[in-house]
């Protein structure tokens, strides 16, 4: 069982909608990231917050907008996207992003734009 | 940025088997991890070791930092280490570059 827990496990949503993903771990991490990962591909990195704060956006669409309400809990929200975007997005957290340490990678959101 | 660079791309074994992954880095880094994404997607930390040798059951690594090389060694394969293996470098800013894998079938 992973202990980085993300909702939901699929999301079918059309180009018009509004959704958001949510990531939640109880480790005490300080870091939490979110990847976005095309079949047959790595990861890439989207995104990253150290104590709450943005503190990497690798040149992301603004139709991806991320959040992190608290230490424990990191959202991506969705809107306008295009099927292109369809992936499976990856949060992951680590005890700090300035600390090199162990990523722990929750089991994904496969995402399908129609 | 940091170009990593694994090797095979592809690999099938028999059950039983031994293998051996490569991960190349173009520069100095002071954190290198692998991952075994299994066929459902789960992407799950096997080793953090930006230096030197560590095992864990049928699994090891090595890095030589100095040569800017690591390998994963798995023995005795079984079919549920089929999978996708990545190693993923950092050089002290945030974040991990991953390489593309090494995406290894076991067949019973």
């Known amino acids: 069982d992973t202990e980085v827990t993300q909702t939901p496990k699929h999301l079918v949503m059309g180009m018009t909608n509004k959704k958001s993903l949510k990531c939640e771990q109880h480790m005490g991490h300080r870091a939490m990231y979110w990847y976005k990962q095309k079949a047959k591909k790595p990861p890439e990195l989207m995104f990253v917050?150290?104590?709450?704060?943005?503190?990497i956006n690798e040149s992301v669409p603004s139709r991806f907008s991320p959040e992190c309400p608290n230490s424990s809990l990191l959202n991506l929200h969705l809107h306008a996207l295009q099927p292109e975007d369809s992936a499976l997005y990856l949060c992951a957290s680590s005890r700090a992003s300035s600390y090199n340490s162990p990523l722990h990678f929750g089991n994904g959101t496969r995402l399908t734009v129609t | 940025g940091i170009q990593v660079e694994q090797s095979p791309p592809d690999l099938i074994l028999q059950e039983g088997a031994n293998s051996t992954l490569r991960c190349n880095f173009s520069?100095?880094?002071?954190?290198l991890q692998w991952f075994h994404q299994n066929p459902w997607g789960q992407l799950i930390n096997l080793f953090y070791i930006p230096s030197g040798t560590k095992q864990n059951g049928r699994l090891s690594a090595t890095t030589v930092a100095t040569e800017r090389y690591s390998l994963l060694y798995i023995s005795s394969s079984q079919t549920t280490d089929s999978g996708v293996y990545f190693c993923a470098v950092g050089g002290g800013a945030d974040g991990l570059t991953f390489g593309k894998g090494t995406h290894l079938i076991i067949q019973p």
């Open positions: 520069d100095s880094v002071n954190n």
């Open positions: 917050y150290s104590y709450e704060k943005l503190s």
